[in-house]
């Protein structure tokens, strides 16, 4: 009910400002263009799903060749011993345990192609265990809320615009990035866990925290002193090398055990086009009321009255140029990376406002959209606290971006 609520005040809220903004402004051309944005909105929506359909059609049939061989029984039990005690009503060792942590290890590459497709194969898998079909599971909301923490170990597009917008070393916000997508993720493990009452203070859950932090550790002293096209072309590279050869163990083993892997693949590639085809009226619907909002100004009002808060207050207000992008991004994906680029033209890549930005862009995740598009995907209608505790996350992850960039550049 918390997504209906907001998506209708996006609406209501952009007809009072637009109302305001015509008849104390005179400005006569707020509703047209709030009415060219909702269009180009939905036509947007569309087109990004549409243009999900190639991979998620390949990705689904990879994925029901890798349930036929038993790939994903295998990923399953390697992380029983964790996922048991963060999705407690899923069965141990099903299928969807593979599913997720596959998710999982393509958003910490920043392979959005890859853990997108997965990540929807995962709600599908975690559906068939939902006693209620239209209402969010405990453990459907733990997988979208960890979804939207977004953690990211290489945020690999973030970087390379640094280094196209002139950035002296487009990977110096490499560390900060990662330490405030880890506070995000963490944030939201603690906001879900309150929630269904889960006991995180578990050994497989410590050991998890030390081996990511290890893994953190290990990938700066491996690149912090690389050149920036060298840390691109490596975090590529390694990226690249995971998933294929994933997709490769898929298939030998799927040979191994004497599966047609092609007649499995094709059966499910006809999931991946319906999912697809699904998502859509939740896409645009969502996509929609975000730019009703953003085109008549709201969001400019929320950040200026944020930055007069902190002046009155007497707080150092340097971040507040960098803060749209922070709060866009729980919106969109596309407007929040516009904004840091134009963060970076306006004030310099390598300025604090610029740096921050990126390390916004970088700790956070598109909430709205992730909700949409994976509850639309299995038709899930109450989504219960999912959007409380993603936004948590996301509040969290915009506070730890603003602390971790004045302790690194200010």
Excluded at 262 to 279: H, L, N
Excluded at 325 to 343: E, F, H
Aim: some cysteine; proline content about 4%; overall charge neutral.
């Amino acid at each position: 009910m918390a997504l209906n609520y907001i998506w209708i005040a996006f609406f209501v809220i952009a007809f009072i400002v637009a109302l305001i903004r015509l008849i104390f402004l005179h400005d006569t051309t707020v509703f047209s263009t709030l009415m060219t944005g909702m269009f180009d909105s939905a036509k947007t929506g569309a087109e990004i799903s549409l243009g999900l359909a190639g991979i998620m059609t390949f990705w689904m049939g990879i994925m029901r060749i890798g349930e036929k061989a038993g790939m994903i029984g295998i990923f399953a039990r390697a992380v029983d011993p964790l996922f048991s005690r963060l999705f407690p009503q899923v069965p141990r060792q099903h299928p969807a345990m593979g599913s997720i942590v596959m998710n999982f290890s393509a958003n910490m590459l920043g392979l959005d192609n890859a853990a997108t497709p997965v990540g929807l194969k995962a709600m599908k898998e975690l559906q068939e265990v939902n006693p209620t079909p239209d209402t969010a599971t405990n453990a459907q909301i733990m997988f979208l809320v960890l979804n939207t923490a977004g953690m990211t170990i290489i945020p690999t597009s973030v970087m390379a615009m640094r280094l196209a917008n002139g950035a002296s070393n487009p990977a110096d916000i490499f560390i900060p990035t990662v330490i405030g997508t880890f506070i995000s993720f963490i944030s939201g493990i603690i906001a879900v866990a309150l929630y269904q009452r889960i006991n995180l203070f578990n050994l497989p859950m410590l050991v998890f925290l030390g081996g990511f932090g290890l893994l953190m550790w290990g990938l700066y002293a491996w690149m912090h002193n690389m050149p920036p096209a060298e840390v691109a072309t490596y975090t590529g590279m390694l990226g690249g090398l995971v998933i294929f050869s994933i997709l490769v163990s898929f298939l030998v083993l799927g040979f191994v055990k004497k599966i047609n892997v092609y007649e499995v693949f094709i059966d499910g590639a006809k999931d991946g086009f319906s999912t697809v085809v699904s998502i859509i009226p939740y896409l645009v619907a969502i996509l929609v009321a975000i730019s009703a909002f953003r085109s008549t100004g709201c969001m400019d009002y929320i950040v200026n009255g944020i930055g007069s808060l902190f002046a009155w207050m007497g707080f150092n207000t340097d971040f507040v140029p960098a803060l749209p992008v922070g709060l866009m991004k729980t919106l969109s994906g596309g407007a929040a990376r516009g904004l840091m680029v134009d963060t970076m033209q306006h004030y310099g890549a390598d300025s604090f406002a610029g740096r921050l930005a990126c390390i916004m862009q970088g700790s956070t995740e598109t909430t709205f959209y992730i909700l949409a598009v994976y509850f639309g995907s299995v038709n899930i209608k109450n989504t219960r606290y999912a959007l409380t505790c993603g936004l948590i996350a996301d509040v969290v992850g915009v506070i730890a971006a603003v602390v971790l960039g004045y302790l690194f550049f200010h």
